[in-house]
Nanobody, 125 residues
Framework: QVQLVESGGGLVQAGGSLRLSCAAS????????MAWFRQAPEKEREFVAA????????RYTDSVKGRFTISRDNAKNAVYLQMTSLKFEDTAVYYC??????????????????WGQGTQVTVSS
């Protein structure tokens, strides 16, 4: 089992940057595929980015490609989401998630067993 705690959210102007962090408990962090999802008001939770257990394979949703970068540090039990060129439509609660299975070609929320509490990202236009 793993517990996840996100941080780094906040209010930023359009075009700005934020870096989200997710700290994981437990000694087996490197055995989990990690991902970021987001949920805007009155919308379904959507996939943002995912990274394999080794960090060698990465997936992004099309709307964030070239702007967001996911990374992980298995020694620190942490995963990060560097967000640049933020847009108003990036406003959402961002969730960190963990899956003990390998990274899939099309990550979906139902694949992930463990979730953090979320961190709010608000982009002002």
């Amino acid at each position: 089992q793993v517990q996840l705690v996100e941080s780094g959210g906040g209010l930023v102007q359009a075009g700005g940057s934020l870096r989200l962090s997710c700290a994981a408990s437990g000694r087996t962090f490197s055995s989990y595929t990690m991902a970021w999802f987001r949920q805007a008001p009155e919308k379904e939770r959507e996939f943002v980015a995912a990274i394999s257990r080794s960090g060698l394979r990465i997936r992004y949703t099309d709307s964030v490609k070239g702007r967001f970068t996911i990374s992980r540090d298995n020694a620190k039990n942490a995963v990060y989401l560097q967000m640049t060129s933020l847009k108003f439509e990036d406003t959402a609660v961002y969730y960190c998630a963990a899956d003990p299975r390998p990274l899939t070609s099309s990550p979906a929320a139902q694949e992930y067993d463990y979730w953090g509490q979320g961190t709010q990202v608000t982009v002002s236009s």
